[in-house]
């Protein structure tokens, strides 16, 4: 069954620390993965997809088909990057959307 | 404004009561979906539709139905059979485009059972 699973429930770091956030997938077909971001009192919202291979507000992350995980990394942590982050798989044909999301991680950066 | 609205912001039900929730867009998506969040279990899908007439269950239907007789509108029905409806539930739009998705969020309703 497809799933995403996303092991941490909290990461907390010091600002100026590397960050990474952990997602790992299950799909027998190609993924299209994303991560999403919801800061306090905002509506959950896209941050990027796995195909535009860029990096947003400093976060990049790469599919890793053969460890199956899309890992959203920062090299320095900034304090307004506190927020809840959502790793989504979309699957089925082009034309379909069935998006399913992981149980979320909380990521704390402190001064 | 374009955007997807939820309403009400919150709800209050008695046991053993049906309860609608409103969800509403006008950017034109043609999918549609429901997610029910509680803590430490993350967005769970509950139903979506990809077009107008038509909608699939997700991973958590059970208790709740859906209609789509308009591409703007995608009303949650809570039923009496849901046995722990209280949740914050999100609803959410896109277009079908592969892997340039991109799905917008309502601000959501938290329903609470009393």
């Known amino acids: 069954a497809q799933r995403v699973t996303q092991p941490e429930k909290l990461l907390s770091v010091f600002k100026g620390a590397p960050v990474e956030l952990k997602c790992n997938y299950s799909?027998?077909?190609?993924?299209?993965l994303f991560w999403y971001v919801q800061y306090s009192r905002q509506r959950l919202q896209l941050l990027l997809r796995?195909?535009s291979r860029e990096s947003i507000k400093g976060f990049t992350a790469d599919l890793n088909k053969g460890e199956t995980s899309f890992h959203l990394k920062k090299p320095f942590a900034q304090e307004e990057d506190s927020a809840m982050y959502y790793c989504?798989?979309?699957?089925?044909?082009?034309?379909?959307?069935?998006?399913?999301f992981g149980q979320g991680t909380t990521l704390q950066v402190k001064p | 404004d374009g955007g997807i609205t939820q309403s009400p912001k919150y709800l209050f039900r008695k046991e053993g009561q049906n309860v609608t929730l409103s969800c509403e867009q006008n950017?034109?998506?043609?999918?549609m979906y429901w997610y029910r969040q509680d803590p430490g279990q993350g967005l769970r899908l509950i139903y979506y539709?990809?077009?107008?007439?038509?909608?699939q269950k997700g991973d958590i239907a059970e208790g709740y139905s859906v209609s789509r007789e308009k591409k703007e509108s995608f009303p949650l029905t809570v039923t009496s059979a849901q046995k722990n409806p209280t949740a914050f539930y999100l609803c959410?739009?896109?277009?079908?485009?592969?892997?340039?998705?991109?799905?917008?969020f309502g601000q959501g309703t938290r329903l609470t059972v009393v």
């Open positions: 799909y027998s077909g190609s993924p299209e």
């Open positions: 989504a798989l979309l699957y089925g044909s082009s034309n379909t959307g069935k998006l399913i």
């Open positions: 539709s990809q077009i107008v007439n038509d909608f």
């Open positions: 950017l034109n998506h043609d999918a």
């Open positions: 959410a739009s896109s277009t079908l485009q592969g892997a340039n998705t991109e799905a917008f």
């Open positions: 796995h195909i």
